[in-house]
């Protein structure tokens, strides 16, 4: 049975329930488990550890590091309290209560770093990686499913290795991965990536077969992502960019086939995507860390000739779709490494496109993707820092306004700095475009408060820059008595306006 | 005449004054020429230009574009008016004093950025390049003096190019560059750099001889450093940094060779270099920006084998050594272009260990390096993000207080982000040592507390964040109208200490 799945032969010997693999996870224990914004995470044993210790009641207490955001799982360990230190990128809302509470421990850090960290062995020995897996090949190579993410460098540093099988998951995607892991210093070579279409490594993950504890089987089908709808002004601001790669190529900044292009996950860089399908851009790339929805509308539409991503976040219906037709895209799509897909190195040289989205953005182009009112977490920074500070254009999107005008997007003094001004070279809301390339930070408060500030607030945000400029006198003209004003307002009032 | 450093013989006919070679450069152009941190800076002709402006009466502004701050010119052409855009690093008090005025429109960026920056046309056309020179080879070929920084992308990307032949300049500096230009997109190779002594490209700066509209002469030696003294707390805060070191190889995680060394400019990093010759540390690398006295005290002891920087920055009399017994460091030490000392691909790949140099860190372990109370810059962010970011461990040094106590560097909240939470590993003052790794930010609180704070300010501080932890739930509590007090406290009484 499973010869297919698992070629190894001895390892044949070692299938077990998750019931019984969740007790080789103890207290104490560093774990590593496969899994990027809930695709091709581990399904069963985290389940079954939860169970078991509701059943038993007795909690164990695990550090928990994986690509992203897991499926269903995050929320059931998060839930039953056996997550003591968690990173790196999390955006689950279980999780991100407790984060928030203070019961979790949250780590959070760029998405190309968790590898480094783990090499670097300041966290400590990892006990066990647990990775999903669409089979293991006769040497004990791990292929992954529909994520890789971390879990070559989980494989590679872990004591110990359990592998989900997870039979759902079709034997094509084999072929769809290329594993490469940066060497040990001080003897590292360059990643020779020259292509986003360049495969570099090999279909698997390399794993000494004596290190695999057991193999799980599981077939259950991976959460689907949530999109939210697309709206007028996600639609204007997908327009406004599309008017600026336009406006680009015309000037002979970029050409037709512009450059990869990266998005984070969200719904305006899934219309700017879908916008290109109608545009003059042809043989277009993508070297991005999630794939959405709109890549595949993109390679079918014949727009996009390759994509290289570290997951494909789809939805239900689109995921079914590409999963049965997977071989279609054999030639047209590479699963990497989260390291590899947001190392800087790679994004330098092939001079990528960032479109991330921004919380809020200060009159200066600073940007804060991460924090509400500077405290509570609402997703991790994830690779939008590796994007933004070596992309060859590195765009911020947000809508001018949130909770229905009362908190402006645009403000004097961000609350929380994930981006700093330096890194930020374009500004997207439903009110326009501002182009800080090349300018001052006074120039910067002008193009801002001219193009992408919510009507509401303009005259409002003048004025703090006006006073500001005509106090103090700096490169960067603040004043901090008032700098965090409107959020202060909001917290007393529940509303930035000024009335 | 000339022979030896004018080896392409039409050249030699193109000698002109410098009084001659100033009335090339006309209003509006945009001009980059080299210099960094004092050193290998173009002498004559932006002397010339102001002495025509002001003997004519007649204003000429330019947009001026270096490596970093130059030697005595950057004074003389800022004090005179010719500047209008200037970057990108900058530290000279009279040109700091104009930005912050808002007379000269100061685009700060990331050192390794300038080059990409000018690549992207996105400041228009560079008019014309001035390089200072040992000598031209017979191809046109600019051989640089006492730096490299960003000449071979002035003189690949301007379209005339003038070069200043500095007589007092050894000849015997021919060898020690290494000259290597990233090529275009969507092209673009790895920079096969893997070890911190690899020669990767040509030892001048290659040039189309027709570019060259004319050659000066002159004779005049670099401004030297001025080096303020070693101090009880910067000799104690070296001392902490060797003792993490001796640490980090003691646990394995660290060769007794440690990683190639990064440092800002600045004493503490001198003097921990200093250090590094009476310690257990053997085959010292150094992969930096800007070389300072040490790095040479380093060799020739014997513990440095290798050194790779941008520019010499010297004393006095280390200069005066260095330049007459430049031969002996031939094999131990490359000058190489501002973009490549700087690369987010190199640094990483190298593993580097950085030092650099902070104005305030919050209690989250931010970062402001720049500007004063957020408003008035003090000095570019040079290559300090790009060290800091990559680095295998990044090491920023502050003293504990500034102003006999008046203000504290460690804050609640900084005035100005440069530097983010995740890429900040180690805070260093004269009271002792945070290490950060690994922690969520209410336990990098803890130890920022526990180590770094001087005692004056500790409870202060340990009440914020009490108050903000107790009050405000999140991943990093702020109490938004208290986080700015100290330095609003700052401004209104001249002292950030609660009486």
């Excluded at 079709?170 to 279409?197: K, S, Y």
């Excluded at 609402?378 to 070596?390: E, H, K, L, Y």
């Excluded at 475009?433 to 003048?462: C, S």
Aim: overall charge negative.
């Amino acid at each position: 049975m499973y010869e297919d799945r698992i070629r190894h032969a001895d390892l044949r010997g070692q299938i077990v329930s998750a019931e019984e693999a969740q007790g080789w996870i103890k207290n104490g224990m560093s774990v590593g488990v496969s899994g990027v914004t809930r695709s091709g995470d581990v399904k069963a044993v985290p389940k079954a550890l939860v169970a078991a210790v509701k059943a038993t009641g007795k909690q164990r207490k695990i550090n928990l590091y994986t690509g992203a955001s897991l499926g269903e799982s995050d929320a059931i360990l998060s839930g039953a309290g056996v997550v003591d230190r968690r990173l790196p990128y999390q955006a689950d809302p279980v999780t991100r209560g407790l984060i928030n509470n203070g019961e979790i421990r949250y780590i959070d850090q760029h998405s190309s770093n968790t590898a480094e960290v783990l090499r670097s062995g300041v966290l400590g020995h990892l006990d066990l990686a647990i990775v999903e897996a669409v089979a293991i090949t006769e040497n004990g190579g791990i292929i992954p499913t529909t994520s890789v993410g971390n879990s070559p460098i989980f494989v590679q540093e872990a004591g110990k290795v359990i592998v989900e099988i997870n039979l759902a998951m079709p034997m094509e995607l084999e072929g769809l991965h290329d594993i490469f892991i940066p060497g040990e210093r001080p003897n590292r070579q360059p990643i020779p990536i020259t292509r986003v279409a360049d495969r570099i490594g090999v279909p698997y993950i390399p794993c000494d077969p004596d290190k695999i504890l057991g193999v799980v089987l599981t077939d259950e089908a991976d959460s689907p992502s949530d999109f939210t709808p697309v709206d007028a002004d996600t639609l204007t601001m997908a327009g406004y960019i599309l008017e600026l790669l336009d406006h680009e190529v015309k000037h002979g900044r970029l050409p037709l086939s512009l450059g990869p292009l990266q998005s984070g996950a969200g719904q305006v860089a899934n219309a700017v995507f879908s916008g290109l399908r109608e545009g003059p851009f042809t043989g277009l790339t993508v070297y991005t860390e999630v794939a959405q929805d709109s890549v595949f509308e993109l390679i079918d539409a014949g727009k996009v000739s390759y994509a290289s991503a570290s997951s494909l976040t789809l939805s239900e219906s689109m995921r079914d779709y590409v999963l049965s037709h997977i071989k279609q895209y054999r030639n047209k799509f590479v699963l990497r490494p989260q390291e590899i897909t947001n190392h800087p190195e790679v994004i330098r040289r092939l001079g990528v496109i960032s479109i991330n989205t921004a919380l809020e953005v200060d009159v200066y182009g600073n940007v804060n993707c991460t924090h509400i009112g500077g405290t509570q977490m609402m997703n991790g920074i994830g690779g939008s820092g590796d994007f933004a500070r070596n992309a060859a254009l590195s765009i911020f999107v947000t809508k001018s306004v949130a909770k229905g005008g009362k908190i402006s997007s645009i403000v004097p003094f961000v609350s929380h700095v994930d981006h700093i001004e330096h890194d930020v070279d374009i500004i997207v809301t439903e009110q326009g475009i501002a182009d800080l390339r090349g300018l001052t930070p006074r120039e910067k408060a002008r193009e801002i408060l001219a193009h992408v500030v919510h009507p509401e607030y303009r005259e409002q945000l003048a004025d703090y820059v006006n006073k500001a400029t005509t106090t103090n006198k700096g490169q960067t003209p603040h004043l901090l008595s008032e700098a965090l004003a409107w959020h202060i307002r909001y917290e007393d009032s529940g509303d930035m306006r000024l009335r």
